[in-house]
């Protein structure tokens, strides 16, 4: 939502009701121990009682040295109430005559949306007019007012003299507003004259000799505070924010920036969220660009909406003109990895029998290396490619009881799909799109256990029929040997040939045992302490689906297209499986259960027929060995590993990720990834890091993150900021390297510096880009 400040409304005010709740009676004290207003304070909401002389006051108390002198009430080192209004002071006076009331010291005033401080407060009590002295007001959810003197007719509409106004409790606040005056209509609206912000006691250029703003506690249309900034590249940065309510439901922020050398920046957001389980949002920039004379964008939708019918809906949707407009007119990279381009849409709903989905997807990859020995990657590629499904229908029932031990599912998809090839200068755009429909059922259960060995069986039938398929059957087992790679030459992306349709049978017997286990008691490791327990399991299996003589000529867009067969066996597969699974379980006392903290997997399959693995090699005999390893010994660590190794050339491909937790809400997360047998994948050897760490209290913090290409010995984007928090003040500096392989940049510069002052309550006060 937007924040109002100065130039907008304040923020939404909670109502802060005091009035009596019945809560058990503060015990007797001694006279000499009475409780001072202070200690009385942290009681509250409490039932004021009557004391004497009660019926000539139009209030209740509680107090000492009550007397009447006169037509004068006087009460000291005490507390009165009424109407969901309470005051506390040292000394409160109360002409019963006039229905005036004064109060000196220590003073604390409390109803809707008011907390008030102060010195000296005098005040009509039937008609809640007056003024007040020396006072702090504070205003949910975090504003403060300090000023000299305040006049009110009201407890809804205040006139301030020299105040100053600040998000920050201390005394000596990080930033401040320095007003010449303000009146405050909470009902209605504010206005303000000859506001300066301070930075502690240093003055800003910020400046505003006069403005109005409606100061509803409801949310509020009304401008944010500007933006300003320079950068060497963009030249000097403006930006004025308009906060638009149109109702309880729906609001909007329009933020155009303009840039001295290369134009406005058009922006804003849209919220909606009709009911607790129906909320969304829209966000979208652009600008033509004048250095490049071409139009960039972003744009991003989010929904999500659950209703209690059952039925779901949700949507992530991004889209970009480039794979680098954020990192020119954006806050810089993210946190790990670059900004995604990916986009998905899913309706669905699960009935007692089966589940109903229908869904839409686009997957968005940018090319732009320079890499003549890079087959699938070279600038005769195309400069982006997008995979759409739209969109995709499918139909599941559950399993069913079938034949004894066994279980009966299956399902229907309906779809079309797309490759949208966005053309470079040696490679025109293009277009190509298909139908396809599939069936499938399964049966799937255990046959026996027999001692420790146990049996599982796994049979699936499926027909798909294609409306195109490709030009040329890049995708022919028969046409290479093992180890040669696709022809790269023959794009597997023209699907434009004739229809077709695929029939297939598959089945795979697994047979695993015995498990073999050993306990360690009173294991002591790395800070864990408490009994383990290392189970292993060998199985080994066969797979067995049925070829399809034109397989080469299928497009292969997702799974089902590559590997149709169950236990992901591809078209015309007839393989052996070996392996063994292991897990190290661990709980901290006898009495409790287990947990699973590390899961080990380890395979390999031999292939009597010639296939195409996913990695585009046509391969028959011994594939490469497959292990996967999840450590996750507690909340703090996790450790995940992913490698498939090839025996004979030594070659393999490789998944490390480490995610940390440290105190105080410090993190690290490494990712490493090597490519030696997949020559599909566009980086070769790489490393991702990034992590948050705080210091001294958290008054500075460092994050980071970067990604190393080995193969080009560089980082392809890196970025480091160093932050120092004062109270409700950040000082932020910022460097980013973004490796361009692109002249779609602003001035083309792969290293920027960004300097940033952020004000609690206001946002960024300024920027600096060098």
């Known amino acids: 939502m937007g924040r109002h400040v100065l130039l907008a409304s304040l923020p939404a005010w909670l ?160 930033w401040k507003a320095k007003l010449s005056s303000l009146k405050v209509d ?61 109702g309880d439901a729906l609001d909007a922020t329009f933020s155009p920036e303009y840039f ?10 849209a919220r909606w969220n009709p009911d607790l389980t129906h909320q969304g949002s829209f966000s979208g920039e652009t600008i033509h660009q004048r250095s490049l004379d071409t139009r960039r964008y972003r744009f991003s939708l989010k929904e999500v909406w659950q209703r209690e019918d059952g039925w779901q809906l949700t949507a992530d949707v991004n889209q970009a003109s480039d ?61 982006s490619l997008r995979r759409q499904t739209l969109p995709q229908a499918e139909f599941r029932f559950f399993p069913v009881a079938a034949l004894g031990p066994l279980y009966l599912d299956g399902g229907l998809r309906m779809g079309r799909f797309a490759y949208r090839i966005e053309g470079s200068a040696e490679a ?37 029929h294609y409306s195109a398929t490709l030009e040329a059957p890049v995708f022919d087992p028969s046409a290479g040997v093992d180890g040669a790679v696709v022809n790269p030459a023959i794009s597997p992306f023209l699907v434009d040939g004739n229809a077709a349709t695929r029939f297939l049978f598959s089945g795979h017997l697994r047979f695993s045992g015995p498990q073999v286990g050993r306990s360690f008691k009173n294991v002591s490791l790395l800070g864990y302490t408490g009994e383990l327990k290392h189970v292993v399991e060998p199985y080994f299996g066969f797979t067995e689906t049925s070829g ?70 046509y391969k028959k005999g011994w594939s490469s060995v497959d292990t996967d390893l999840d450590v996750e010994p507690d909340e703090t660590w996790r450790v995940s590993l992913r490698r498939s190794s090839e025996v004979g050339n030594g070659g393999s491909d490789n998944a490390l990720s480490l995610d940390v937790k440290a105190q105080e809400g410090g993190r690290f997360n490494l990712a490493y990834f090597s490519t030696g047998i997949n020559r599909f994948l566009v980086r070769q050897q790489g490393l991702q890091v990034g992590g ?17 290409d080995f193969k080009y010995k560089g980082f392809a984007s890196s970025q480091v900021a160093l932050a120092y928090v004062r109270p409700c003040v950040a000082y932020i500096v910022k460097y980013t390297h973004v490796a361009l392989n692109t002249t779609l940049v602003s001035g083309g510069r792969e290293d920027r510096l960004d300097f940033t002052l952020t004000l609690r309550g206001l946002g960024d006060l300024f920027s600096y880009r060098y």
């Not at 930075?199 to 249309?221: C, D, H, K, M, N």
């Not at 299928?554 to 067969?565: A, Y």
Request: include cysteine; charged fraction near 25%; aromatic fraction near 12%.
């Open 323 to 383: 794979n680098l407009v954020d990192a020119d007119f954006g806050k810089g990279l993210g946190n790990l990895g670059t900004t995604s381009f990916d986009s998905a849409l899913y309706l669905g709903r699960s009935f007692t029998f089966g589940s109903l989905s229908l869904s839409a997807a686009e997957q968005r990859s940018f090319f732009f290396t320079k890499d003549q020995g890079d087959p699938f990657y070279s600038p005769e590629f195309p400069a």
């Open 260 to 269: 001295s050398k290369e134009g406005v920046f058009w922006g804003g957001e």
């Open 548 to 617: 399809y003589g034109e397989a080469g000529s299928l497009p292969r867009f997702d799974i089902l297209d590559s590997f149709p067969g169950v236990n992901e066996s591809a078209s015309g597969e007839r393989s052996f499986e070996v392996g063994f699974k292991q897990h190290i379980l661990g709980r901290g006392n006898a009495g409790g259960s287990f947990a699973d903290l590390a899961r080990l997997r380890v395979a390999t399959r031999y292939h009597a027929t010639p296939i195409i693995l996913s990695d585009g090699r």
């Open 15 to 174: 109502p802060t009701w005091v009035s009596a709740q019945e809560l058990p009676r503060t015990p007797a004290l001694e006279p000499l121990e009475a409780p001072t207003p202070a200690e009385l304070l942290p009681l509250r909401p409490f039932q004021i009682e009557a004391g004497p002389g009660h019926s000539r006051v139009p209030f209740s108390w509680r107090g000492e040295r009550v007397r009447e002198e006169g037509e004068t009430w006087i009460l000291e080192q005490g507390a009165i109430q009424a109407e969901g209004l309470l005051l506390l002071a040292d000394r409160i006076e109360y002409r019963i005559a006039e229905g005036e009331l004064s109060a000196e010291g220590h003073i604390r005033l409390e109803g809707p949306d008011l907390r008030l401080r102060c010195e000296r407060l005098r005040m009509a009590w039937r008609q809640r007019s007056g003024e007040a002295w020396a006072l702090q007001m504070e205003l949910p959810p975090n504003w403060v007012l300090r000023s000299g003197h305040v006049a009110f007719a009201t407890l809804r509409t205040w006139s301030f003299d020299a105040v100053e106004l600040s998000p920050c409790p201390e005394e000596r606040p990080g």
């Open 186 to 246: 909470l009902d209605g609206f504010a206005t303000l004259r000859n506001a300066h912000i301070f930075l502690g006691s240093i003055p800003t250029p910020y400046f505003v000799p006069w403005a109005v703003y409606p100061a509803q506690a409801e949310r509020s249309s009304g401008l944010l505070p500007p933006k300003l900034g320079y950068s060497n590249t963009l030249g000097a940065t403006v930006g004025i924010s308009l906060y638009k309510v149109f």
């Open 428 to 464: 025109p755009g293009r277009t190509f799109s298909w139908d396809r429909q599939d069936a499938n059922t399964r049966l799937h259960g255990r046959l026996g256990q027999w001692g420790p060995f146990r049996a599982d069986l796994e049979m699936m039938g499926r027909a798909t």
């Open 692 to 708: 948050l760490q705080r210091l001294w209290d958290d008054r500075v913090r460092l994050e980071f993150s970067a990604n190393y």
